[in-house]
């Protein structure tokens, strides 16, 4: 049994959908431009027939995801297969044309489209796409399908006789294709027109297609124009909210600048999301896998973390809450009982006496700080001050009471670096 989810496979997938992409722009023509194909054109329509072919025999052979479970039976994959795309995978992949011969391909040929009906479910399976913006994709297919519409209409056209003053078989098809634009288009310039009754029944129904289609165009493409960034539609409609707050509450112009460069920082620093609470809806498995990836940086940036097991880094982590503060911010104010300690991920904070006037030290990311008093329940025993913006996370006491009980080694380095710096203080 072959896995639905290997890389192969998945190419295999993207060949397929290419090849009845193809079909489907190929066949109609070959149908109303009444041409033979030979040479390589030839072969390789016979070749997408054995590929279609072998494409039912792989599906029988490739196990498959539905409902969240993974089917990897035969005899289960069989059965679902059969009573599902089986048919038309079937029908669509049996070489007519070798059977009844290219004199006749309309049949055979017109079966193969009926894998069209798959289009949509191939692309829901390409993980290839799923890491492509969604919007793009979406837009994408959107104008293929609309291109490949025009393309029949065209075709349509010229098997109702359109065009059937040019005798060049590529120019013939582009007046048509341009007739099928300016009618769905609504343009109607009106210098190729229908003559025969059929013709005219036929632009009339193309007219009132088009009309659908054209709004049906505009309002899509609109939409998805519009949330083509959808972190930065959303932010912005968050400033607006908090623009009109701050000037409906008369907030003083510094503090709005304050306000701003904040907003500015976070949407530069993370794109405006809150990580909290976009991982807040998953399952506790899923969110621990989240948090450790979002973390890495700070488990790396952090020295006292290197080394550290597994379970203390997971535990510590998973615990953490990140939290942003703004130049000049008091974080920690000296004398003050406390009960969080705090990691640098990005940013400068400076270690400052009560009245500001000595820096003891400045801390870089990578740093902590705050661990003095959560481990001798003292008064903090000097002031933080944010110099830049600052990415934090914080640990509470609870917490780190937990891991310094279970992991007595990390005890020990906090202890050490917390005596080493009450003693260059000190000094
Ligand atoms: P805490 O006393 O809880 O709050 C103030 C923090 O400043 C303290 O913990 C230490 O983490 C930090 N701190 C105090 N003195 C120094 C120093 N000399 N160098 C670096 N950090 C310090």
Known sequence: MFSYDSAWKRAWGLLILLLIFFSAVEIPLW???????????????????????????????????????????????????????FLVDFLSAIPMELILGFEDPLFGSVLRLLRLLRVKQLLSQQRLFTSLNPTILRLAVFISWVLLAAHWISCIWISLGGCAEETDILRRYLRSMYWAFATLGTVGYGDITP?????????????????????YIIGNVASLLANMDVAKVQFSEKMDKINAFLSYRNIPIEL????HGYYNYIWESRQGYDESVVIEGLPPSLKTEISLFLNREIIQKVPLFHGAGSDLVRDIVLSMQPVVFMPGDKIVQKGELGDTMFFISHGRVEVISEDGAEVYATLNEG????????????????????????DLYVLHK?????VLEKYPEFSENIRLQAEKRRQTRDH
């Open 31 to 85: 149908l109303v431009l009444d041409y033979h194909p030979v040479g390589n054109l030839l072969i390789f329509h016979q070749a997408i027939s054995y590929f279609f072919l072998l494409d039912v025999v792989l599906n029988f052979r490739t196990s498959i995801h539905v409902g969240g479970k993974t089917i990897t039976s035969g005899s289960e994959v069989a059965r679902h297969y059969l009573r599902t795309w």
């Open 398 to 402: 609870k917490v780190f009471d937990r």
């Open 256 to 259: 709005q600048e304050k306000v």
């Open 367 to 390: 740093n902590f700080f705050g661990e003095i008093a959560l481990l001798t329940m003292e008064p903090r025993t000097a002031t933080i001050r944010a110099a830049d913006y600052c």
């Open 195 to 215: 003559v025969t009754n059929m013709q005219t029944i036929y632009a009339i129904f193309v007219m009132i297609l088009g009309a659908g289609m054209y709004g």
